[in-house]
């Protein structure tokens, strides 16, 4: 008889967005004329810039003839985006980064789970807590996380690194073993940020160990600060020891058209091997490429027009994190995130427990949110507010908490 992947049974159910899903339902039940504000869910809400559907509307009708019908495309990505990527979010920064270390794909969340494919099932997997869970769930289906303890919310063979208030969210570097290391920047869900200092200590740490730094920086476009960096591939020694996974979800808007992007440098080696040809034969054999309309819009983004309204939809949601930010901190509230990220992490007042406090912004100013405790056990004490509502929302829902919490 067939056989299960018995790792899968070790999995808790995903019990945060359900759970939010529930409350928001049962209270939607008993105040039905209640207009509830929902800055809970990390999805965006502006729609395509006009330079992105313009390209896909021009690509699509390529298709529909006989000279620019595409079929089956290359499983890296075309050349016309992947020089695009290179030549726009690395080289203009003066970063090495050539095209052919560039795979397209369907989302920074696949590459993300589908990434362990290239590891041994014994490696040592370190994670930030709190975290984005796709890090630790693909890891456990793997085999990499040993069991789940209810008790602690925690795996037995991960290593959590916390991510407090007093390191400013940014992991200390782990005293035991680890292998496969999981960074997030900017951070979902702290929106915190890491200086090059702090990156340049992880990319020797894993140089010095044979560790791989698996660095996501889907929420690049949220960098405000001139002087942090955008790419792990900025800090010198990268290249080899670390992937980078992107994503024109957040950047352009793409999380319902898919595009993303990883960075596997030609000379990241482990054991011998090449992570870039092992990739690329996980890729070319699991994966076969995003769809070419979709690969003209992505590439629509870095056209002159197309720059131009990304940085208008991305400062639309910056003012949004700033009016959040200020709103809350005049409400008393302890406020970090939101500056080079759409995420903004706030502290509950006077040590509430994070579902309690997401009960009462629901139920007392009609804010959903969701609680830092779904992500981690160092989420506890902590509510993440997202930036990606619509101006209107944000303003309004600063003032509802302001006079909630007067
Ligand atoms: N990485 C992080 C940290 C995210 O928060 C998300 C989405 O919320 C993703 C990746 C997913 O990106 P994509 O839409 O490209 O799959």
């Given at each position: 008889m067939i056989q299960i992947n018995q790792n899968f049974r070790k999995l808790p159910g995903s019990y945060l967005f359900s759970e939010i899903a529930r409350r928001v339902a049962d209270y939607s039940r008993e105040e039905p004329d209640a207009a509830l504000i929902r800055l809970g869910i990390g999805d965006v809400t502006r729609p395509l810039i006009p330079a992105v559907t313009r390209a896909m509307a021009e690509a699509v009708a390529e298709m529909g003839t006989p000279g620019g019908f595409h079929g089956y495309g290359p499983e890296q990505g075309y050349d016309f985006l992947r020089q695009a990527i290179a030549a726009h979010d690395y080289q203009a920064r003066g970063v090495q980064v050539e095209p052919g270390e560039i795979f397209v794909s369907d989302g920074a969340k696949s590459d993300c789970g589908n990434i362990g494919d290239v590891f041994g099932p014994d490696n040592v997997v370190a994670v930030c807590d709190p975290v984005y869970p796709v890090y630790v769930d693909s890891n456990a289906m793997a085999g990499r996380a040993g069991e789940y303890d209810p008790a602690t919310g925690r795996w037995t063979r991960l290593v959590y690194m916390p991510c407090t208030r007093e390191n400013g969210f940014v992991p200390a570097i782990p005293e035991g073993r680890a292998d496969m290391i999981y960074l997030c920047f900017?951070?979902?869900?702290?929106g915190a940020m890491a200086t090059r200092a702090q990156l340049k200590a992880w990319v020797d740490y894993a140089n010095a160990h044979g560790s791989v730094i698996l660095y996501?920086?889907?929420?690049?476009?949220?960098?405000?600060?001139?002087?942090?960096?955008?790419?792990?591939?900025?800090?010198?020694?990268?290249?080899t020891c670390a992937i980078e996974f992107r994503s024109f979800s957040k950047t352009a808007g793409f999380t319902g058209t898919r595009c993303a992007y990883t960075v596997v440098p030609?000379?990241?080696?482990?054991e011998g091997v090449s992570l870039h040809a092992l990739w690329n034969r996980r890729q070319t054999t699991k994966f076969n490429g995003v769809p070419y309309v979709v690969q003209r819009g992505a590439e629509a983004v870095y056209t002159p027009e197309g720059q131009e309204q990304v940085r208008e939809t991305i400062a639309y949601y910056q003012r949004n994190a700033q009016v959040i930010r200020d709103g809350l901190e005049q409400a008393g509230l302890e406020v970090y995130g939101g500056v080079n990220a759409p995420y903004i992490w706030v502290r509950t007042p006077d040590g509430m427990d994070s579902w309690d406090f997401f009960d009462l912004l629901l139920r007392r100013a009609h804010v959903v949110t969701t609680p830092g405790a779904g992500f981690g056990p160092?989420?506890?004490?902590y509510i993440r507010v997202t930036a990606f509502g619509g101006a209107e929302e944000a303003v309004q829902a600063v003032e509802r908490i302001q006079s909630v919490l007067k």
């Open positions: 900017p951070n979902n869900p702290t996501d920086s889907a929420y690049e476009a949220f960098i405000s600060q001139p002087e942090l960096p955008h790419s792990i591939f900025e800090i010198e020694g990268a290249r030609k000379e990241l080696e482990r160092s989420g506890e004490g």
